[in-house]
C-alpha cells in the first residue's frame, strides 16, 4: 500500500505522512502534478488538496470520495440551525442581504460572511453555473472537526472556539451529536468522510460542513485513526464499495 502525498505538505501531511510510515506504507511525495509510469495501475491512496487530487487521481486509479455538493442544504433544519440553500452563483448575485456563501467541495469560492451577493467574485472569475452554498450568518462558539468511517465517529478534535484556531479534544457533546447525525443521515455520506460541527452562540449543535477525508487537516485528533478514514476516503479503484459509487468526485 503506498500514500501519495503533494510537492508541499501542510503539518497534518507530515503527521499522516508519518503515521503511515509507521505502519508500513510506501510513502511517494510527487515534485509536480505528473504521475511516474510505475506508480500507475497500483494500490495508492491520496492525502491531499482538491486540484492536486483532480490532477494526479486519474492516472493513479484513485477515486476521491466527497459528500454531495447540496448535501448540507438538504439536512434537516435540526442539524444545521440555519437556513441552507445551494443555488448556482448567477442566482447569489442577486441577494440584497448579508449571507455566508462557500463552495460545496473545495476552496474556489472563499468562505465569508459577504455583505450581499454584489460582492461575490464576478463573472470574470468564476463561471455563472459554478454551485455556491448560501446560508444565514450563524456564529460558533467552539467548533469539532468529525472523522466518520462506517457510520461511526473514529475520531475527532475541536479546532476553533469564537472563529479563532483553538486545538482541543473532541467533547462528549460534539461526539454525541456527530453519532445522533449519522443515525439520522449517514446513508447520505460516503462511508469516510469528514464533518466539522459546533455549538452556536445559542447553545444549540449544528453542522458546519462537511469536507473530503482526503483534503482535511487533523488538527489533534488521533492521527492512525483519521488515517485509517483518509485511506478509505482516496483509494484504488478496485477498492470501492458499492455504496460509495455515488460519492466519488
Known amino acids: 500500500m503506498r500514500l501519495i502525498l503533494p510537492p508541499r505538505l501542510t503539518a497534518s501531511a507530515r503527521t499522516?505522512?508519518?503515521?503511515?510510515?509507521?505502519?508500513?506504507?510506501?510513502i511517494t511525495q510527487l515534485p509536480d502534478?505528473?504521475?511516474p509510469g510505475e506508480l500507475l495501475g497500483g494500490d495508492a491512496h491520496l492525502h491531499a488538496g482538491p486540484s492536486?487530487?483532480?490532477?494526479?487521481?486519474?492516472?493513479?486509479?484513485?477515486?476521491?470520495?466527497?459528500?454531495?455538493?447540496?448535501?448540507?442544504?438538504?439536512?434537516?433544519t435540526t442539524?444545521?440551525?440555519r437556513e441552507i440553500r445551494a443555488m448556482p452563483i448567477r442566482e447569489a448575485y442577486g441577494l440584497r442581504r448579508p449571507v455566508f456563501v462557500k463552495s460545496p467541495?473545495?476552496?474556489?469560492?472563499?468562505?465569508?460572511?459577504?455583505?450581499?451577493g454584489s460582492r461575490l467574485p464576478g463573472p470574470d472569475a468564476v463561471g455563472p453555473e459554478t454551485v455556491v452554498l448560501v446560508s444565514d450568518?450563524?456564529?460558533?462558539?467552539?467548533?469539532?472537526?468529525?472523522?466518520m468511517l462506517d457510520g461511526q465517529v473514529h475520531t475527532g478534535s475541536r479546532y476553533a472556539t469564537s472563529g479563532r484556531l483553538d486545538l482541543g479534544p473532541l467533547s462528549p457533546g460534539a461526539h454525541a451529536f456527530g453519532s445522533d447525525l449519522l443515525a439520522a443521515a449517514g446513508h447520505t455520506l460516503p462511508s469516510a468522510i469528514v464533518v466539522d460541527v459546533g455549538t452556536t452562540d445559542t447553545g444549540q449543535w449544528a453542522v458546519v460542513e462537511a469536507n473530503a477525508a482526503w483534503a482535511s487537516g487533523c488538527y489533534v485528533s488521533d492521527p492512525d485513526r483519521a488515517l485509517d478514514v483518509v485511506l478509505r476516503a482516496a483509494g484504488p479503484a478496485a477498492q470501492l464499495a458499492e455504496r460509495d459509487a455515488a460519492f466519488v468526485r
Request: proline share 8%; aromatic share 10%; no cysteine.
Open 16 to 26: 499522516l505522512r508519518d503515521t503511515a510510515r509507521r505502519r508500513g506504507l510506501r
Open 33 to 35: 502534478s505528473t504521475v
Open 52 to 76: 492536486f487530487a483532480d490532477a494526479v487521481a486519474p492516472a493513479l486509479g484513485i477515486l476521491p470520495l466527497e459528500a454531495p455538493t447540496d448535501w448540507l442544504a438538504r439536512l434537516p
Open 79 to 81: 442539524f444545521v440551525r
Open 105 to 116: 467541495n473545495d476552496k474556489s469560492i472563499p468562505a465569508l460572511v459577504y455583505a450581499d
Open 137 to 147: 450568518v450563524v456564529t460558533f462558539d467552539a467548533e469539532y472537526r468529525l472523522y
